[in-house]
């Protein structure tokens, strides 16, 4: 019997063998059809039960499934798995489809979306009605034939060249690797690094060391080697994933993404892409997001030009180096924020040993959200590196399932990531607990040495964590409004709010303990975290909106004209532009958050959650870090209301107003 189709509640990662898959996501499209054709069937009047509430609850089976397949594709895939990801998208799109554009289905949809002022309904039963009607409208439900059909093909087109895009990404990130011998070469390089990079060179029987585009490698790398020509190496290499002149190249996939998503927007009755999606989210349209945008950068700009400029006079004075290169960013602002805050992230990093960073953030937790967390070893896992934990509230009730998978290895892909195996939902009366997991890329522990984590890794185990927590703590009746399920510059504030717990003091003390000595971390170290906190935000804020504008200016036009792209590159990024441009590298051929992710005409988010997150987290300063009723409130509000109603809502119930961006200028230093 194949595993995937049998009912099961933890997700059987051990029964499961690739040739499982396709033969499931078959049949389980089979019975979500049998769904959908019921509620069609269906004799009675179209009400919120046996329609909305029934189209809701549908392809249960296949979203677990699904769930399941394409998390390993990101976590743990291999060229099979790759290649059945290539057949199935199709597949699911056309279902998809079928679904969005069931007449006789959105007959019935409509009918009660219609009708919905005689209904009495809950503020969550009105958005799940909406949210489904809008659905249908926002996906060709009221097209022609002919239309509907030019939306099938741009669909299951779409779906396929963003699975090859990644897997380009993915296999240029692994194709690539560094062999040093001379001593020489690695001088500058944290013992640490060193020691891993020998590691990674034993495992290929090799001598020396081997350096990798794999963050873990890569960033200490740019960040402490002296040997400016290898830091130089390593630059390009990253900057050509996508844009060499062979097999992976992304150049034309990116080109047609765009093209054939302006194609949808356009049938739909949209200006472009981003007027598409951003009708859904709470920026509303682009001219917003980029007064947004505009806004910030006038702010920034000064700041980070002299940054810039301070970080240009040190290269010079340290090494004589009259211009800078993107190669020598990390390194010499890493030299030039120890020379200022004499800070060492070297020394940070004893400090920050990965189980007691885990063990803080559970306790954090804790305190603010009275969660429990205990690792148990009976839970199927899909790679040994992954931890498993059982959560629980005060009075011992069942929360989550959490899975946590930290380190980095062939198959898994860069970055990090939070994701989910089970929604919550309630159904039948039966409150349905999540099953949630967080997918990072943290440096492995060595023979000698445990996994350390640089505070930049820290920060990221906080943000991931906090998605983790919008997914854990979820309280709502239906699964597609439930956790994270929220408008996409929405979905951040929960993850970067809890990342300012890194920079206090109290938060600190809980797990911020040495290695070796199990010694707090020093007052003065945290004096120097916090003022280093806001080091070249001018910088930052102009690196991020320059990704940002880069997405919003690939998505609100019609690229049909664009033939360069690395001229469209140019041209988007010369408000943003410090660094002098590098010929053979773009930045679009390697950008899965737009061409791979969710995030295209959403990258803008981060920033826009960054305005929530301080706003939110200075509520938290004037209350106390730990104070149970803000707490409460940002739970009761923001974690456990997933998108029942509009975002600005529930932040306006947590905050009492609406968010100011002051907050976050402040904390940034740029006023």
């Given at each position: 019997?194949?595993?995937?189709?049998?009912?099961?509640?933890?997700?059987?990662?051990?029964?499961?063998?690739?040739?499982?898959?396709?033969?499931?996501?078959?049949?389980?499209?089979?019975?979500?059809?049998?769904?959908?054709?019921?509620?069609?069937?269906?004799?009675?009047?179209?009400?919120?039960?046996?329609?909305?509430?029934?189209?809701?609850?549908?392809?249960?089976?296949?979203?677990?499934?699904?769930?399941?397949?394409?998390?390993?594709?990101?976590?743990?895939?291999?060229?099979?798995?790759?290649?059945?990801?290539?057949?199935?998208?199709?597949?699911?799109?056309?279902?998809?489809?079928?679904?969005?554009?069931?007449?006789?289905?959105?007959?019935?949809?409509?009918?009660?979306?219609?009708?919905?002022?005689?209904?009495?309904?809950?503020?969550?039963?009105?958005?799940?009605?909406?949210?489904?009607?809008?659905?249908?409208?926002?996906?060709?439900?009221?097209?022609?034939?002919?239309?509907?059909?030019?939306?099938?093909?741009?669909?299951?087109?779409?779906?396929?060249?963003?699975?090859?895009?990644?897997?380009?990404?993915?296999?240029?990130?692994?194709?690539?690797?560094?062999?040093?011998?001379?001593?020489?070469?690695?001088?500058?390089?944290?013992?640490?690094?060193?020691?891993?990079?020998?590691?990674?060179?034993?495992?290929?029987?090799?001598?020396?060391?081997?350096?990798?585009?794999?963050?873990?490698?890569?960033?200490?790398?740019?960040?402490?080697?002296?040997?400016?020509?290898?830091?130089?190496?390593?630059?390009?290499?990253?900057?050509?994933?996508?844009?060499?002149?062979?097999?992976?190249?992304?150049?034309?996939?990116?080109?047609?993404?765009?093209?054939?998503?302006?194609?949808?927007?356009?049938?739909?009755?949209?200006?472009?892409?981003?007027?598409?999606?951003?009708?859904?989210?709470?920026?509303?349209?682009?001219?917003?997001?980029?007064?947004?945008?505009?806004?910030?950068?006038?702010?920034?700009?000064?700041?980070?030009?002299?940054?810039?400029?301070?970080?240009?006079?040190?290269?010079?004075?340290?090494?004589?180096?009259?211009?800078?290169?993107?190669?020598?960013?990390?390194?010499?602002?890493?030299?030039?924020?120890?020379?200022?805050?004499?800070?060492?992230?070297?020394?940070?990093?004893?400090y920050f040993k990965l189980e007691n960073v885990i063990d803080g953030v559970f306790t954090i937790a804790n305190k603010l959200f009275d969660l429990k967390f205990e690792e148990i070893f009976t839970i199927d896992k899909y790679h040994e590196d992954v931890k498993t934990y059982n959560v629980t509230d005060?009075?011992?009730?069942?929360?989550?399932?959490?899975?946590?998978?930290?380190?980095?290895?062939?198959?898994?892909?860069?970055?990090?990531?939070?994701?989910?195996?089970?929604?919550?939902?309630?159904?039948?009366?039966?409150?349905?607990?999540?099953?949630?997991?967080?997918?990072?890329?943290?440096?492995?522990?060595?023979?000698?040495?445990?996994?350390?984590?640089?505070?930049?890794?820290?920060t990221t185990l906080f943000h991931e964590f906090g998605h983790a927590l919008h997914g854990m703590l979820a309280n709502t009746t239906y699964n597609s409004l439930s956790g994270t399920s929220v408008s996409w510059d929405f979905v951040e504030l929960p993850s970067q709010v809890l990342e300012n717990w890194?920079?206090?003091?109290?938060?600190?003390?809980?797990?911020?303990?040495?290695?070796?000595?199990?010694?707090?971390?020093?007052?003065?170290?945290?004096?120097?975290?916090?003022?280093?906190?806001?080091?070249?935000?001018?910088?930052?804020?102009?690196?991020?909106?320059?990704?940002?504008?880069?997405?919003?200016?690939?998505?609100?036009?019609?690229?049909?004209?664009?033939?360069?792209?690395?001229?469209?590159?140019?041209?988007?990024?010369?408000?943003?532009?410090?660094?002098?441009?590098?010929?053979?590298?773009?930045?679009?051929?390697?950008?899965?958050?737009?061409?791979?992710?969710?995030?295209?005409?959403?990258?803008?988010?981060?920033?826009?959650?960054?305005?929530?997150?301080?706003?939110?987290?200075?509520y938290f300063l004037e209350t106390g870090i730990f104070n149970k009723e803000t707490a409460t409130k940002f739970k009761n509000y923001v974690l456990s209301q997933g998108g029942t109603e509009k975002p600005m809502e529930l932040y306006k119930r947590f905050r009492g107003a609406a968010p100011k961006p002051?907050?976050?200028?402040?904390?940034?230093?740029?006023?």
């Open positions: 019997m194949n595993p995937l189709l049998q009912d099961f509640d933890i997700a059987p990662f051990s029964k499961i063998s690739n040739e499982d898959y396709k033969p499931a996501i078959k049949k389980a499209i089979e019975i979500a059809k049998t769904e959908i054709e019921a509620i069609v069937g269906n004799t009675a009047k179209p009400n919120f039960k046996n329609t909305t509430e029934a189209l809701d609850y549908s392809g249960e089976k296949l979203g677990r499934i699904t769930s399941i397949f394409f998390n390993l594709n990101s976590a743990e895939t291999n060229d099979e798995i790759q290649k059945i990801a290539q057949e199935v998208s199709p597949w699911l799109s056309e279902f998809r489809n079928d679904i969005t554009l069931n007449e006789h289905l959105f007959k019935r949809v409509k009918n009660v979306f219609d009708n919905r002022k005689n209904l009495d309904l809950n503020p969550e039963q009105a958005t799940l009605l909406e949210k489904q009607y809008k659905g249908f409208a926002r996906n060709g439900a009221n097209l022609s034939e002919e239309n509907k059909n030019e939306l099938r093909k741009i669909d299951a087109k779409l779906s396929k060249l963003s699975l090859q895009f990644g897997e380009n990404v993915l296999a240029e990130t692994n194709a690539f690797e560094m062999h040093l011998t001379n001593e020489s070469d690695v001088t500058g390089l944290p013992e640490s690094v060193k020691e891993a990079a020998q590691e990674l060179a034993k495992e290929k029987n090799k001598e020396g060391y081997i350096f990798t585009l794999h963050y873990p490698s890569y960033i200490p790398f740019m960040t402490y080697a002296d040997n400016r020509d290898l830091r130089k190496k390593m630059a390009i290499a990253a900057g050509k994933k996508g844009f060499q002149n062979n097999a992976q190249n992304n150049e034309n996939i990116v080109l047609e993404i765009v093209n054939l998503r302006y194609n949808r927007a356009k049938l739909l009755g949209y200006k472009s892409h981003a007027a598409f999606v951003l009708e859904e989210r709470m920026a509303e349209k682009p001219e917003n997001v980029f007064n947004f945008s505009n806004e910030l950068l006038e702010k920034a700009k000064p700041a980070a030009l002299k940054e810039f400029n301070n970080l240009t006079a040190f290269a010079t004075k340290t090494d004589g180096i009259q211009k800078l290169e993107k190669w020598d960013a990390s390194y010499y602002s890493e030299k030039l924020k120890k020379e200022i805050f004499n800070l060492d992230q070297e020394v940070l990093k004893p005060s009075e011992n009730n069942f929360v989550a399932v959490f899975y946590a998978d930290f380190h980095p290895r062939k198959g898994k892909r860069n970055g990090a990531w939070m994701t989910s195996y089970k929604p919550q939902q309630i159904k039948n009366g039966k409150n349905e607990r999540p099953h949630v997991s967080i997918v990072c890329n943290f440096t492995k522990p060595t023979p000698t040495k445990p996994s350390l984590l640089t505070f930049n890794e820290v890194c920079y206090e003091k109290e938060a600190l003390e809980l797990f911020a303990k040495h290695y070796k000595t199990g010694e707090t971390i020093p007052m003065e170290y945290i004096i120097k975290i916090k003022e280093s906190a806001s080091f070249h935000q001018g910088m930052q804020t102009l690196r991020q909106l320059s990704f940002g504008l880069l997405d919003m200016k690939w998505h609100s036009q019609d690229p049909a004209n664009i033939t360069s792209l690395k001229a469209f590159e140019n041209e988007a990024f010369k408000d943003t532009k410090l660094y002098p441009d590098v010929e053979e590298n773009a930045m679009s051929t390697a950008f899965s958050h737009i061409f791979q992710g969710g995030y295209a005409a959403g990258y803008y988010s981060y920033k826009w959650a960054e305005v929530l997150d301080a706003d939110a987290f200075e002051d907050a976050l200028l402040k904390r940034a230093g740029l006023i």
